[in-house]
């Protein structure tokens, strides 16, 4: 049947060549059509294209959450209101049951093991108003998938992730009337703010002794040219593992929102990051986090400042942070429209 190209959808096969007006061979029949190739006829011009008719019962019902969100949603769940108690448990005590860290994120980590949409995983986890404790989970999260991207092996991957499910923890120390402030901070107010990394070194210390884990605490605020707290350490002064936590951290706190700060779209803070590894954050790490999260954008729904909802079906070689959009009616190639951005992504 023929089909404008606005209504093909990746998986749909050519019933007949395709070819440009200048008679080229564009693509071969019996194709299946990728988002790659979609793009391939737009470059073209082709308008129309003949597909093998489509059956209706397999067409997928996308209705019901994907199986693997249902399963991990308790966990995060717990692991979200576990590290309250945690928090509250410090505050209270100046220490935590280590053994309780544990029991929260071993069962974590063995889903994240089989989950390669780590996009989806933020966008569930973005739902969570919490912004204290939602933050820990998704630092810890991160620093564990970058770990693993980075080479470490699993028990490794695990501390850093660990780790960065700690890093902060000192928080609890700091007076909740300077934490929760709506408003600007007071230069005093923040120094005191920037105590919670010194904070934290001392807690971890005192509950489990695990001086890697409380060092991360201590320097996830460090940045390779010294402009970071509390010690102004420098690239070669900084442990690995409190660079990956860093960048995790970072990410996180740009893509969520706080009390005097609405989160960034998630395009726009991959790009950032991106200027931020030549200098403040280490480019391992960072480059790891972006290259491994962008694919997974691909089919990912967006709304744009014009007010049009599409799917993203590439990035764009020219420009990774502004990639091809498909609507209902058009295609839309955001490195060239560069007065649309995308101001938010769903799952």
Not at 42 to 58: A, T
Request: glycine share 6%; net charge negative; hydrophobic share 35%.
């Amino acid at each position: 049947m023929k089909v404008h190209i606005m209504d093909i959808n990746p998986g749909d096969l050519l019933q007949s060549d395709v070819f440009n007006h200048f008679g080229v061979l564009v693509l071969q029949k019996e194709k299946e059509l990728s988002s790659n190739a979609i793009v391939k006829l737009m470059q073209h011009g082709i308008d129309y294209v003949d597909i093998v008719p489509r059956m209706d019962e397999d067409i997928p019902d996308t209705s019901t959450p994907p199986q693997f969100i249902q399963k991990i949603q308790p966990i995060f769940n717990e692991a979200v209101d576990g590290f309250e108690a945690i928090f509250l448990e410090a505050l209270a005590n100046g220490n935590f049951d280590d053994s309780k860290v544990d029991r929260l994120l071993e069962p974590m980590v063995e889903q994240l093991d089989d989950q390669k949409d780590v996009v989806a995983l933020l966008l569930l986890l973005s739902n969570n108003d919490n912004y204290t404790y939602n933050h820990s989970l998704q630092v810890g999260m991160l620093s564990y998938y970058i770990a693993c991207w980075l080479g470490y092996s699993k028990e490794e991957a695990y501390k850093v992730g660990k780790a960065g499910y700690l890093i902060d923890i000192g928080k609890s120390k700091v007076p909740e009337n300077i934490l929760f402030k709506p408003g600007k901070l007071t230069p005093e107010e923040f120094e005191e703010v920037k105590r919670h990394t010194q904070y934290g070194y001392e807690i971890i210390m005192n509950s489990t002794g695990d001086e890697l884990s409380a060092l991360i605490a201590l320097q996830h605020h460090e940045r390779e040219d010294g402009s970071g707290y509390p010690q102004r350490l420098t690239e070669q002064e900084i442990h690995p593992y409190a660079k990956i936590t860093a960048v995790a951290d970072v990410y996180t706190a740009m893509t969520s929102n706080r009390i005097y700060q609405s989160k960034q779209e998630l395009f726009s803070v991959l790009k950032e990051l991106n200027s931020m590894s030549f200098g403040k954050l280490c480019p391992e790490p960072t480059q790891a986090l972006i290259n491994h999260l962008l694919p997974n954008f691909i089919g990912k729904s967006v709304l744009l400042s014009s007010g049009e909802v599409g799917d993203i079906v590439m990035t764009n070689p020219s420009d990774f942070f502004r990639p091809l959009i498909r609507t209902e009616s058009r295609f839309i190639d955001l490195s060239r429209e560069r007065e649309l951005t995308i101001t938010e992504v769903y799952m």
